[in-house]
Nanobody, 120 residues
Framework: QVQLVESGGGLVQPGGSLRLSCAAS????????MNWYRQAPGKERELVAAITSAGASANAGDSVKGRFTISRDNAKNTVYLQMNSLKPEDTAVYYCNVVLLRLRGPIEYWGQGTQVTVSS
């Protein structure tokens, strides 16, 4: 059974930092690209960052470029999102995501999400 469990969210002041973690189980973690998404109130869910099985990473947009860093530890089956210089507009629920390739086609899995609130 595939499980993605996020942690590390919370309330932080503007300019602060948080590190989110996503512990994965139920699949061969090291073989798959892992993604972080976020969804702010009243907005669509958006891709924040992705990291391939080989560790090549990318941020999805200029809004987080230079501030957010995605990484992974295949020995711990965990993907991280280091968030620095946080801004109020980073407030959202952050989700871990993976798309697994199955015989019947790709299947997408999501964690339950972790709330990040940036406010003074």
């Amino acid at each position: 059974q595939v499980q993605l469990v996020e942690s590390g969210g919370g309330l932080v002041q503007p300019g602060g930092s948080l590190r989110l973690s996503c512990a994965a189980s139920g699949f061969t973690f090291s073989r798959y690209t892992m993604n972080w998404y976020r969804q702010a109130p009243g907005k669509e869910r958006e891709l924040v960052a992705a990291i391939t099985s080989a560790g090549a990473s990318a941020n999805a947009g200029d809004s987080v470029k230079g501030r957010f860093t995605i990484s992974r530890d295949n020995a711990k089956n965990t993907v991280y999102l280091q968030m620095n210089s946080l801004k109020p507009e980073d407030t959202a629920v952050y989700y871990c995501n993976v798309v697994l390739l199955r015989l019947r086609g790709p299947i997408e899995y999501w964690g339950q999400g972790t709330q990040v609130t940036v406010s003074s």
